[in-house]
């Protein structure tokens, strides 16, 4: 359900906030496909989880040490596209004169990519509180923050139909430490799991 979601909104977002010129909207699009990237990997993690579970006995739902290795595959991809995003918010605006009409697109593509993935975020977490699974978890609530940061975007494209270009810039760097975070801190707990695996084996700690 996510990884169809997001296929659908980065398509939107990325055709047109480059028609739109926005950048906040593009940023927000970059991020969405690392979002897919991060499906995969939380599909991958889920299946691999499933088939040792009906093979053996699993250390948990998700299959510890797969899970632990996916969340650090995502903090990577995370803190990369924040590291773009970043780098492209400090550059200079781009002063370009587009159509109300092209940027009201955009407004209403930010718009529904914020209902969206709060409606997602729902789901997954409904879902997860079910089967018990902390990667599903981990997912809805990234799915929250990505409601924030499109809510983010639409402020910057508002900003910008309203005269101040540098709104949009703006918004595009406040998403990009966004995502920093969110990948410093996936990172940062799979490094700790993995490495308290060894010695937390057999404990129930
Ligand atoms: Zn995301």
Request: proline residues 2%; hydrophobic residues 55%.
């Amino acid at each position: 359900m996510s990884a169809v979601l997001n296929a659908v909104l980065m398509a939107m977002q990325i055709v047109i906030g480059l028609f739109a010129h926005s950048d906040g909207l593009v940023a927000d699009g970059i991020h969405t496909l690392s979002d897919l990237a991060a499906d995969g990997v939380v599909i991958a993690v889920l299946f691999l989880g499933a088939a040792a579970a009906s093979g053996r006995r699993a250390p948990n739902s998700d299959g510890g040490f797969h899970a632990s290795l996916a969340t650090l595959v995502i903090g990577v991809l995370l803190i990369g596209t924040a590291g773009e995003m970043l780098w492209h918010s400090i550059g200079p605006a781009t002063i370009l004169t587009v159509s109300t009409s092209v940027r009201a697109s955009a407004l209403v593509v930010a718009v529904f990519v914020m209902f969206a993935k709060e409606a997602l975020f729902r789901y997954m977490r409904s879902v997860a509180q079910r089967t018990h699974s902390g990667v599903l978890l981990a997912s809805a609530w990234h799915a929250r923050l990505d409601a924030v940061s499109a809510l983010v975007a639409m402020m910057g494209i508002l900003g910008s139909m309203a005269g101040l270009p540098m709104l949009d810039h703006v918004a595009a760097g406040v998403i990009g430490l966004m995502i920093l975070r969110m990948g410093y801190n996936n990172c940062w707990s799979a490094l700790k799991d993995l490495a308290a695996r060894p010695l937390g084996n057999t404990a129930g700690q």
